[in-house]
């Protein structure tokens, strides 16, 4: 018998809070996505479909991707990916959890998407300057403040000039409490390090998405000169 929602989010909540204690603030990922074996309804965001706050923007942006390569952070199952690969992007798709990518490859035997096992925390050198669009959505709210920086960095230094970075994350106001238990919504003064670190910010959406009930989310665009 599956579990309800609630108890699901609570269970995987738990579960990331035992790493962050471990000191291990990724850890989590390969744990979960192997202890499920497969039942993605194991899986809070395991919709197995495009998020929907990624493909309103790509239709409202009229996004084409040809001749343009793009990265998706932290790709999960896999279906951002494809829909930017279905957009003509030649995209890569990384997460640390090696059980994660072979899910995807697994549901997508036909993709043009490269699927590779990487660590958002260890940086990959022969990425640097790599990419003319990457996507961001909801690994840095999955991970805990002190190791978010880091990871911005890291994708900023993998941007190429020219190049699009697209943050999508739940939000907060600063003088909220972030909780205790991912995911941990962001404020837009932490979103200002983008700009600190050489981006310019080109929109910044603050609005409350289609769930029931609504959750506020930041989409927010930037472009590397």
């Given at each position: 018998m599956?579990?309800e ?6 269970r ?7 790493f ?9 990922f ?24 990624l ?7 009229q ?7 793009a990265l ?9 990916a494809e829909?930017?690969s ?8 990384f ?23 990487s660590?958002?925390l260890k ?14 959505s909801?690994?840095?709210q999955?991970l ?5 920086k880091?990871?911005?960095?890291t994708?900023?230094?993998y941007?190429a000039?020219?190049?699009?970075l697209?943050i999508?994350?739940?939000g ?12 941990y ?10 700009e ?18 609504p ?11």
């Amino acid at each position: 018998m599956n579990h309800e929602p609630a108890t699901v989010r609570t269970r995987v909540r738990e579960l990331a809070y035992q790493f962050l204690q471990q000191n291990d603030p990724t850890g989590w990922f390969e744990a979960l996505y192997s202890q499920v074996q497969g039942d993605t309804s194991q899986i809070p965001w395991a919709d197995l479909t495009v998020n929907p706050n990624l493909s309103e923007w790509l239709e409202n942006n009229q996004i084409q991707g040809k001749a343009k390569k793009a990265l998706v952070v932290g790709c999960g199952l896999g279906d951002d990916a494809e829909a930017l690969s279905q957009k003509g992007f030649a995209v890569t798709g990384f997460d640390i959890s090696p059980s994660a990518i072979a899910w995807c490859q697994q549901r997508f035997p036909n993709s043009q998407v490269n699927y590779i096992v990487s660590d958002a925390l260890k940086l990959e050198q022969s990425w640097q300057q790599s990419w003319d669009f990457i996507l961001e959505s909801y690994t840095l709210q999955s991970l805990p403040s002190s190791v978010r920086k880091q990871v911005m960095e890291t994708i900023v230094g993998y941007l190429a000039p020219g190049g699009t970075l697209l943050i999508i994350c739940l939000g907060r106001n600063q003088s909220e409490d972030e909780g205790k238990y991912p995911p941990y919504p962001l404020t837009q003064e932490e979103l200002d390090f983008i700009e600190e670190l050489g981006l310019k910010k080109l929109a910044l959406e603050d609005y409350l998405d289609r769930k029931t009930p609504p959750e506020r989310r930041f989409r927010a665009q930037y472009l590397k000169e």
